[in-house]
């Protein structure tokens, strides 16, 4: 089983859309919880950091289940500018210290 | 802009070859991780410098090997290079007392042929 479960896409949909992703992680000692944005051939970038209580930056939301393992991100109003692959990213404890380990990634495509 | 910076952008190399790769971190920032991202996949990690010291290592062979200087900058070298290390390197940078959220600069792109 992978560290790090993502449902690859694509997730193609109309302007307007509410969008959600999912990813599932193994680890039940992950202290931390992210998700990043990467545009084609570019560099990932923070998106929003994950936490327990939820939490929303505009049209995004960010929701953590410890007790199912999962890490939602919802996408309301979708944008064409949205059309990009994101990244859930966990924070797991690896020999004495913790590295990020990431999802393979969902692409999305908001079509006009 | 992150403010993290990596050299080269671009580079080609021959299998057998020997490669450096330069990043430098984000003001105030003291710990640089390393990734490697093949197409199609999410980074896989590399290592962890944390005040120039190795601080974490992921299931990369010891010809995938690093540095961090007093400045924080970082280098990744990897000897030997094969077809499969082919793949966008990228560097992230996290200050300390700032939370664990890393920050990437723009990566540099390997082609091994």
């Known amino acids: 089983r992978k560290e790090v479960e993502q449902d690859p896409g694509p997730f193609n949909v109309p302007e307007g859309a509410t969008v959600a992703f999912n990813c599932t992680y193994s680890?039940?000692?992950?202290?931390?919880f992210f998700w990043y944005r990467q545009d084609c051939r570019k560099e990932p970038k923070l998106l929003m950091s994950v936490y327990s209580s939820g939490n929303e930056d505009g049209r995004f939301t960010a929701q953590l289940n410890r007790a199912s393992q999962y890490i939602s991100l919802l996408i309301r109003d979708s944008k064409l500018s949205d059309s990009a692959t994101y990244l859930c990213v966990v924070n797991t404890p690896t020999s004495g210290t913790y590295k990020y380990i990431f999802g393979t990634g969902t692409r999305l495509k908001v079509l006009a | 802009e992150t403010g993290v910076t990596q050299s080269p952008t671009h580079l080609i190399k021959t299998r057998g070859q020997q490669v450096t790769l330069r990043c430098s971190s984000q003001s105030g920032h003291n710990t640089v991780s390393w990734y490697q991202q093949a197409l199609g996949q999410g980074p896989q990690f590399i290592f962890q410098y944390y005040r120039e010291e190795e601080n974490g290592r992921g299931n990369f062979p010891p010809r995938f090997s690093g540095l961090q200087f007093p400045n924080y900058s970082s280098e990744l070298n990897v000897n030997a290079l094969e077809l499969d290390d082919s793949a966008l390197y990228l560097c992230a940078s996290m200050g300390a007392g700032q939370g664990d959220e890393q920050y990437f600069g723009p990566g540099t792109r390997l082609t091994v042929t």
């Open positions: 680890n039940s000692a992950s202290q931390s």
